[in-house]
């Protein structure tokens, strides 16, 4: 069982920078694909990116292309979200998510992800 821990959330201002961290425990997570997503008040979890476990692909959604970063740290058992550029939009719960066995196009549904660390606060002011 891994056991996701996020963390790095915070208040900044627009144009400012956040790096969020997700460190697994209960198992290596360079063994697993790691997908990020967030959910804003009264709307849906979305889709941010996501890292395939080879470590070979990544995936953003639209709206992030160019001002966020996925990685692995150099630690084995995390993974780093770099967001530059940000926009009072990003604000939102950021969760790391990870899964054994999905690869390719389906790191872009939530549902495909098995484990799931319980969020931190990103709030960008304008």
């Known amino acids: 069982q891994v056991h996701l821990v996020e963390s790095g959330g915070g208040l900044v201002q627009a144009g400012g920078s956040l790096r969020l961290s997700c460190a697994a425990s209960?198992?290596?997570?360079?063994?697993?694909?790691v997908g990020w997503f967030r959910q804003a008040p009264g709307k849906e979890r979305e889709f941010v990116t996501a890292l395939s476990w080879s470590g070979s692909n990544t995936y953003y959604a639209d709206s992030v292309k160019g001002r966020f970063t996925i990685a692995r740290g150099n630690a084995k058992n995390s993974v780093y979200l770099q967001m530059d550029s940000l926009k009072p939009e990003d604000t939102a719960v950021y969760y790391c998510a990870a899964d054994g066995a999905t690869t390719g196009w389906d790191l872009l549904y939530y549902h495909e992800y098995e484990f799931w660390g319980q969020g931190t606060q990103v709030t960008v002011s304008s």
């Open positions: 209960g198992g290596t997570l360079s063994s697993y694909s």
